[in-house]
């Protein structure tokens, strides 16, 4: 079967999965092993199936999403609403800027 072949197969294959109400996440995972195994064979498929998840969820740039939720939920819970978010978002960005002017004052006047 060429690879091409397998690559139809599988969006059929996902579709399918998809409207029998199984979630994308693990209908693309399934279909994504079951198209791999096919071309190569299931030794590499289930070495990567083991490896690959924990290359993925080591990686530290990926940290940042659960804790942007876990932020959301905390202002939330705290009863912030958006207004009083952008404001106190506002105001930081208004501090920064006011210490950047003066370390430029201060550079000019060392430079003088």
Do not use: C
Not at 23 to 35: K, L
Not at 80 to 102: D, K, P, T
């Amino acid at each position: 079967m060429t690879p091409l072949a397998i690559g139809g197969l599988g969006l059929l294959a996902l579709l399918l999965l998809i409207l029998a109400q199984i979630p994308i996440g693990f209908a693309m995972m399934i279909v994504g092993v079951v198209g791999l195994a096919l071309q190569t064979n299931w030794g590499p498929t289930l070495t990567i199936l083991a490896t690959e998840p924990v290359s993925v969820l080591s990686n530290v740039d990926l940290a940042t999403v659960p804790l942007f939720l876990l932020m959301g939920t905390f202002t939330t819970a705290a009863g912030l609403s958006s207004h009083a978010i952008v404001s106190l978002s506002q105001l930081i960005s208004y501090v920064n800027f006011q210490a950047r002017v003066l370390a430029g004052l201060r550079m000019l006047k060392g430079a003088a």
